[in-house]
């Protein structure tokens, strides 16, 4: 398996615009999850699914920020209107129904908003 | 509230030199708990993981941990370390609901020749 699979690896984006970040989780996990990684917070979990079914979006930190999950193999987080106080690292991670596995994560989306 | 904790933001090591990176845990049950490790420009890596049976769990790359009922920990160790060790390690914590997994701040580790 190629793991969990993000695009891009680096975004550069000027403020005010539309940032789309692209995750393929490990076939066959059932359960994925968007992470925000800053010097500042650390590892904040943003949103996660199960089954393709949005669980907690508690994270989410404002209406700017949404994610979606269309199908079993694809999961989108979109931010509209980008700011700069928005500029991470984004991990997206997938797991099987048994959480006890841990996560497998992926590299990684660099975005950063000018 | 239910959270896990590491006290040490960065520590130094001597190449060949034994490591041990600490974790905390809060939580009125015992936990999941987890190592991850992050290397420069990458994401995180499973190292190893407690959830119940022998307190002592060996991981990748010559890693283990041993979780300490009585202290709320789950410290890792290693007994000789390598350059290639330099990184980021993270300590996570999931409650036996199976809910979302919860980081801590992580250790960075840094190995002087």
């Known amino acids: 398996d190629a793991g969990v699979i993000q695009s891009p690896r680096h975004e550069v984006t000027e403020m005010g615009q539309e940032v789309t970040l692209r995750c393929k989780p490990i076939s066959g996990h059932n359960s994925l999850f968007w992470y925000r990684q800053t010097m500042m917070r650390g590892l904040e979990l943003l949103i996660y699914?199960?089954?393709?079914?949005?669980?907690?979006d508690s994270g989410m930190p404002e209406d700017r920020f949404s994610a979606k999950m269309p199908n079993a193999s694809f999961s989108t987080l979109k931010i509209q209107p980008s700011e700069p106080r928005d500029s991470a690292v984004y991990f997206c991670?997938?797991?099987?129904?048994?959480?006890?596995?841990?996560?497998?994560f992926g590299s990684g989306t660099r975005l950063t908003v000018v | 509230a239910q959270s896990v904790t590491q006290p040490d933001i960065h520590i130094t090591v001597s190449e060949g030199a034994s490591l041990e990176l600490r974790c905390n845990y809060s939580?009125?049950?015992?936990?999941?708990l987890f190592w991850y490790v992050q290397s420069p420009g990458q994401g995180l890596q499973l190292l190893l993981k407690?959830?119940?049976?022998?307190?002592l769990v060996q991981g990748i790359k010559g890693f283990e941990a041993e979780f300490k009922r009585s202290q709320s920990s789950f410290n890792l160790r290693k007994p000789s370390v390598h350059w290639s060790d330099a990184a980021e390690y993270f300590c996570?914590?999931?409650?036996?609901?199976?809910?979302?997994?919860?980081f801590g701040t992580g250790t960075r580790l840094l190995v002087s020749p």
């Open positions: 407690y959830f119940s049976g022998d307190t």
């Open positions: 699914f199960n089954n393709n079914v949005p669980i907690d």
């Open positions: 939580y009125g049950a015992t936990p999941y």
């Open positions: 991670a997938s797991s099987s129904s048994d959480r006890r596995d841990g996560y497998t």
């Open positions: 996570a914590f999931m409650n036996t609901g199976f809910q979302k997994l919860v």
